[in-house]
């Protein structure tokens, strides 16, 4: 039976971008605070703790996403753990947000010059004073335009949480257009709801960091 | 909880060569889509940086279109979409094309930034040495331009090999997809899975080396200024 697609169907799709944004959040949260710790292991001092990280750093970035979210997925039944698809969907995300901003955030922590980690140490601060107070509020200026481009990328990651059957925007496409038949007119629209989330994202990521590089010149 | 799960690779071993023909046909595709991806890329970045007003516009709504969508997305819009207007994919083909079109949209704006990056001067030097805007094009713009942004044009064409697991969506038979089949043939997921990860590992690190020696082969000259 072919449904027309009607008000009601475009409200499913509306209510699914919130679905989207909640995961988007808790893969952004939970990468963020794991990714600092990556990029602070990444900068360290210690040279098997700088390789671990640059290994799980590579271990993400060369893996596809989606091999990622599978893994998640039937790994946890392997270790006897029930992971329903929205919570293996948030720690597939959160781990892999955790890489890509681990590596972003090296850099900035890295575009600090050194004569300020020395001056820092010659003040007799150590490690924890100067993460906290010298280095790290240097490294967040730079971060910012990055890490809002990252979230650009993370929005669009979520959709493949869909594959694995976590019912956000894009899954929510996928069930309108099996009822109604109409895949231009449904994705399309998915597609602009997702322009509109990322979009004003991508354009603020680009304005932050023209005025970085006006601020830095 | 105890962990009691004993692994069984068998059900992987038993069918590598199926593996195998997966694997061939995610090396084609992102071979295939990185080559007409560039063409695109090159055509849209000179496009944007010499083309009239409106041909402007519209490569710059490409762009910010593509980068501001799910590549999923986009997939489903052209396998699903263009039948509806008459045009009859096979999955194979939809999946190129959507990365071609994917690919090109990321590929134009770097190629742009390094077609930006080449000094007038240099056109006008050789415009006045006798050479054909073809060949000032092709020597002194683009060669150079594509030297310049090889690093993050080739990790570019790295992650398009990684991204196109997803067309696994629309059931292209690549690495993805075989996986898929056999794990529900077999339901042995997990370890299906992690020989997969294994595989496109290596393909990454394969077309790493690949895009090294291109460059040793292609750029790998003298621009000191003496």
Redesign the interface.
Known sequence: MIRAFSYNEFLFLLSAVQWTLALSAIAFVGGATVGLFIALARTSDIKAVRLAATGYIQLFQGTPLLMQLFLVFFGATVMGLDLNPWAAAALGLTLNASAFLGEIWRGCIQAVPRGQWEAASALGLRYPGLMRYVILPQAVKVAVPPTVGFLVQLIKSTSLAAIIGFTELTRAGQIVNNATFQPFLVFGIVAVLYFLMCWPLSLLSARLERRYALATR | ?????TFDFKAVIDSWDYLLQGAWLTVQLSIGAMILGLIVAILCALGKTSGPKPIRWIINAYI??V????????I??IF??L???GVRLSPDLAALIAMVVNVGAYATEIIRAGIESIQKGQIEAGLALGLKPLQVFRYIVIKPALRTVYPALTSQFILLM?????V??ISADEL?SVANNIQSQTFR??EI??V??GI??AL??MFSALFAGIYKLAFAYDTDRR
Do not use: C, D, H, K
């Not at chain 2, 909880?1 to 799960?5: A, L, R, S």
């Not at chain 2, 990684?162 to 997803?166: D, F």
């Open positions: 909880m105890p962990v009691n799960y910010e279109v980068r501001n969508t799910p590549f999923l997305v986009q489903f819009l699903f979409g039948p509806t207007m990684l991204s196109s697991s997803v696994s969506a993805t997921s997990f899975y992690i997969v990860t496109y590992l990454a690190m």
